[in-house]
């Protein structure tokens, strides 16, 4: 038993969880492991929607935590693939929402839990103003439709000769 077992068996742990794992890597994990993880958190927001893991994670019963939910448009990695979608800028300004709060209220209705950061209070504040509404099934369907590219690639992480490619 792994020490994530004896953690759970001691009452240490109720249960455990992964990042960034592709549908593969939790196959794999799933035919070895005497304890299932509860949740993998990924990068995954409007423009990287990750719908066959998502779809994979809820058969396996595997809750899905979005990283990245803005596109994190960092100096060393990120885009603009989400902030600057005309699409998510047409639908925050027919519902008088913010892009952030249309692209984290998509995230929250397709049943993830989301990692935002933000240092500036007033988004804080913002990005927490997303229950109280929500996105037509037309509006869902049409950000169904954003062109798709993951932000981070982890290649610097990835041998060349390894079995895994992301």
Known sequence: M?????????????????????????????????????????????AWQQVKLREFCREKGIHVSAWSPLGANGAIWGSLAVVENPLLKEISAAKGKSLAQVALRWLHQQGVSIVVRSFNKERMKENLQIFDWQLSDDEIAKIGQVPQRRGFSGQSFVHHDGPYKS
């Open 2 to 46: 792994g020490s994530h077992g004896k953690c759970c068996r001691l009452g240490l742990a109720k249960s455990i969880g992964v990042s960034n794992f592709s549908c593969k890597k939790l196959s794999q994990l799933l035919q070895y492991a005497t304890i299932p993880p509860d949740v993998n958190q990924v990068e995954m927001n409007a």
